[in-house]
């Protein structure tokens, strides 16, 4: 038996191991707090006038992901969608492993799952849809839904509202999970051709920070539509057969050309920027990124500086890991770029990285990201979606999911908290869409493993012009402009921006206190022009029906939108 004071002594080194225990747990809490929340705001300036900042209100939306980290990839993918033509977008959420896919639709100030009345055909328990992008594939006014789970393609047909599904023969290789879809008629011909990313199926994954092991990574698919809605594989005789891990890409016309070009974002790797020749044929052109590396995973699309040219914003992992973690295999550390990346647009595929200069660079560890005009000013503002799922520290320490307003001077604000939009969940993309029809966008966290969140946008004073092209083939890629006596503003038709999702087609311009819209003009994919002068502010300019025209031999419509205007067209059919 031991002595009295043997057992003391053994209570008082047990006492100082467990104190010992809970000041090292103190720490390394401390470091990983020090790590995750090493952003931005204590490096920028980050003052802004309290009217540019938008105020929402957030509202009820029963989606809850359910993710199988075992087997799927970690992305919930969602989609905008103007079901029954309305003008107002409703909602598809991807379903995880074991669980549906479902639809909500905007109504009495809350979403309410109308899947049911809707007919979305159900999926099953065995796959997860990774996913997904909206357009009218069959041209017959409604838009479709085409989504990617881990055995392939599929389209939702929409007739009058409803749906039937199609299960598309997808050609990619035993390696590859399908992630981000972006779509385009690539080579003119009058159908919707197809770009797959693709990423390692989750069990065939070896670690997340393999940079040149090049021969590990799965292979993306540029698809031709046969002109039926069957497709086959150009990849190889397109210039872009590859093998890296890729979440997203994005069909948009980059030098202004006209023929559809490819942004592709390759996670542990660079950003590729691809010319379309116009002959079925890619060629990689040099950007700030190429045969660098870094994680860009989301891409936002948009036309941050008002110069008439598209700029894109990659996300990254940011401040949030320290720099000797994060850099992985990568022997030379001068080649790595951890921090977030905003591609302005020089025109002729020259690009410069203006991050540091717009003061977003030093943010932290994100996902999914999006341009829009959120308060109406004229001016893209910048959602950006964080915390990673299968991320360790992010189980204690959740970061805000970003909300950045952009300033008179081209920088960007954090407003997110004062917005009210602070998203403490697992984030994927923002999506943002006119739910409520006031003029002002609302906006949705789309989150994996957690309840996605709402906004309604409080709304102000500012003027706006949206513009409803519908989702036709010719209006994928489409590019928008509008002209003020003081500026110019341009919008584009893409799909797959954010993260495996996609966008509303509802274009929204801001207009500040302007009060008068010179012109709007409508360059399709088909090279056809709409142009329309004075459009009335404050309002939806829907042009669908103009599109239709313009799968025809019209040339060129020039309409007057004032009271009493006359149309001129030219061309060689009446209307």
């Not at 035993?174 to 779509?183: D, F, M, Y």
Request: net charge negative; hydrophobic share 40%; proline share 3%.
């Amino acid at each position: 038996m031991l002595s009295k004071n043997t057992r003391n002594l053994l209570s008082i080194f047990k006492k100082t191991f467990i104190v010992i225990g809970l000041i090292l747990v103190a720490l390394i809490a401390v470091v990983l707090w020090f790590f995750w929340n090493d952003a931005a705001s204590e490096k920028y300036d980050i003052t802004i006038d309290d009217n540019k900042i938008p105020l929402f209100e957030q509202v009820t939306l029963n989606f809850n992901h359910q993710y199988n980290s075992e087997k799927s990839l970690p992305i919930a993918p969602a989609a905008l969608i103007d079901i029954d033509n309305d003008n107002v977008d409703e909602v598809f959420f991807g379903g995880g492993m074991h669980q549906e896919d479902a639809i909500f639709a905007y109504r009495n100030n809350e979403f309410v799952d109308i899947s049911s009345e809707v007919n979305l055909p159900k999926k099953g328990n065995t796959k997860t849809t990774v996913g997904m992008v909206s357009a009218d594939f069959d041209n017959n006014g409604f838009t479709d839904i085409i989504l990617g789970r881990e055995d392939g393609l599929r389209i939702y047909y929409n007739t009058n509202g409803t749906f039937t599904e199609k299960i598309i023969n997808t050609p990619i290789n035993e390696k590859s999970n399908p992630a981000g879809i972006t779509v385009g008629d690539i080579d003119k011909d009058g159908d919707l051709d197809i770009f797959l990313a693709t990423y390692l199926k989750k069990e065939l994954m070896e670690g997340q920070t393999i940079f040149e092991d090049y021969t590990y990574g799965s292979t993306s698919e540029l698809l031709l539509n046969n002109g039926d809605d069957t497709f086959k594989s150009i990849t190889k005789s397109a210039g872009l057969d590859y093998i890296h891990n890729t979440f997203q890409g994005v069909l948009v016309d980059v030098d202004d050309d006209s023929w559809l070009d490819l942004v592709v974002v390759h996670d542990t790797g660079e950003v590729r920027t691809y010319k379309n020749n116009g002959d079925l044929t890619y060629t990689m052109k040099p950007n700030p990124l190429t045969k660098k590396f870094a994680y860009p995973m989301g891409l936002a699309v948009g036309d941050y500086n008002n110069d008439g040219l598209v700029d894109f914003m990659f996300s990254n992992t940011g401040s949030t890991l320290p720099r000797a973690i994060a850099k992985g295999d990568i022997k030379d550390a001068s080649l790595f770029n951890e921090k977030w990346i905003l591609f302005r647009n020089d025109g002729n595929f020259k690009f410069t990285d203006t991050a540091e200069e717009t003061k977003i660079a030093d943010y932290e560890f994100s996902w999914g990201c999006t341009f829009a005009d959120m308060n109406n000013d004229g001016l893209q503002d910048l959602m950006v979606a964080e915390n990673y799922v299968d991320l360790a520290p992010n189980k204690l320490f959740r970061l805000k999911s970003r909300f950045l307003v952009q300033k008179e001077d081209g920088t960007f604000a954090p407003t997110e908290e004062k917005s009210g939009v602070v998203n403490p969940h697992f984030a994927i993309t923002s999506l943002v869409s006119d739910f409520n029809q006031d003029g002002y966008l609302d906006m949705i966290w789309v989150n994996i493993n957690t309840p996605s969140l709402a906004y309604i946008n409080k709304g102000g004073t500012n003027n706006y012009l949206q513009v409803d092209l519908g989702e036709s083939i010719n209006v994928q890629g489409a590019k928008v402009t509008i002209t003020t006596p003081t500026k110019t503003l341009t919008e584009w038709m893409v799909t797959g921006e954010g993260l495996a999702s996609d966008q509303t087609a509802l274009l929204q311009f801001g207009l500040g206190k302007e009060f008068r819209i010179l012109n709007l003009k409508v360059r399709l994919a088909n090279d056809k022009e709409i142009s329309i002068n004075n459009p009335k502010i404050n309002s939806i300019v829907d042009l669908k029906a103009e599109v239709e025209k313009h799968n025809t031999t019209v040339e060129k419509i020039v309409e007057d939108a004032q009271e009493d205007s006359m149309i001129v067209i030219s061309g060689n059919e009446e209307i």
